[in-house]
């Protein structure tokens, strides 16, 4: 009885510290398909913890709200997703590929607090993190050399 008492904490301890680690992306994280405006970001909302394999555009088809910092390349390709963003904190977005990553807030850019790679998860090559308010939220990715992308958002 001991035995199993022991097992179903430490069964329970290591799904609570499991949930605190961000989702890796996996082939069956949810389809999303990235705006190329912003009237068109609702359908393009990302959800915290939830990797989403996202379909990108033509960098020339997206309007940006602001001009990506990064200058766009010939035969890259970009979108707009939306975030949702509850309590203010740090969050970190994760990144398959190489992407140029700006956040944005009320039509603002926001800055980044940190860049990195999460050594845990082999399929996310770039991590960045921002310290963000309630609200809602628009991630610009331009400059991917694919049409695809996987990408989580986590708080920090």
């Known amino acids: 009885m001991r035995r199993l008492a022991a097992c179903l904490c430490l069964s329970l301890l290591m799904t609570g510290a499991a949930l605190a680690q961000p989702a890796c ?15 068109e ?4 909302r990302l959800t915290l913890d939830k990797p989403a394999t996202v379909t990108l ?4 088809d997206v309007r940006f709200l602001i001009a990506p910092e990064k200058a766009r390349s010939e035969g890259s390709f ?3 997703l939306s975030l ?4 203010a ?6 990144l398959s590929q190489g992407a140029w990553l700006d956040m944005l807030q009320d039509g603002a850019a926001v800055a980044s607090s940190g860049h990195g790679h999460d050594a845990q998860c082999a399929s996310l090559r770039k ?12 991630i610009q990715l331009s400059g991917n050399k694919e049409d695809t992308i996987q990408v989580v ?4």
Do not use: C, I
Not at 41 to 44: I, K, Y
Not at 57 to 60: G, Y
Not at 153 to 156: E, L
């Open 84 to 87: 949702d963003v509850h309590e």
């Open 78 to 80: 970009g979108g707009l």
């Open 127 to 138: 991590m960045v993190a921002f310290s963000l308010k309630p609200g809602r939220h628009v």
């Open 89 to 94: 904190g740090t969050y970190q977005v994760g």
């Open 57 to 60: 555009h033509p960098a020339n």
């Open 25 to 39: 992306p996996t082939a069956t994280g949810v389809e999303l398909k990235a705006a190329t405006a912003s009237p």
């Open 41 to 44: 970001l609702e359908p393009a």
């Open 153 to 156: 958002v986590s708080r920090k």
